[in-house]
């Protein structure tokens, strides 16, 4: 399975409504991002990968949806990931939330999978 970057945003539900409706007006949309990637037998801990503001949130969250990547909205998390310089292992005092939100991912992954699955099975038959 390839790397893929765990990206959560800051008001998911709210986020492509905006991002649509600024397309349309060429305004910023009002989004933070933060994405982070953990590959447990290269790193110790999950690194924030990427993070950005109006279109560069919006282009991050472009390419995860292109790639299948799950995206959670946690506006606190955001905030605090947004405080470490992008390639920066989160620290420990966030190992227990970052778990709690790769588990979520891992989940929503398995389901993405499941769903494509059975309709590639239905196509074929």
Do not use: C, F
């Amino acid at each position: 399975m390839p790397e893929r970057p765990d990206i959560h945003s800051q008001r998911a539900a709210e986020l492509r409504r905006r991002a649509e409706a600024a397309k349309g007006d060429g305004s910023a949309p009002d989004i933070e991002v933060a994405a982070l990637r953990y590959d447990t037998g290269q790193e110790n801990a999950p690194k924030v990968i990427a993070q950005g503001r109006g279109h560069a949130a919006q282009k991050i969250l472009d390419l995860a949806a292109e790639h299948d990547v799950p995206v959670t909205k946690d506006p606190t998390l955001v905030s605090i990931l947004g405080a470490l310089d992008v390639g920066t292992e989160i620290p420990p005092d966030l190992y227990g939330v970052i778990a709690e939100v790769l588990a979520w991912a891992y989940h929503a992954d398995k389901a993405v999978g499941a769903k494509r699955e059975l309709a590639q099975r239905s196509k074929a038959a």
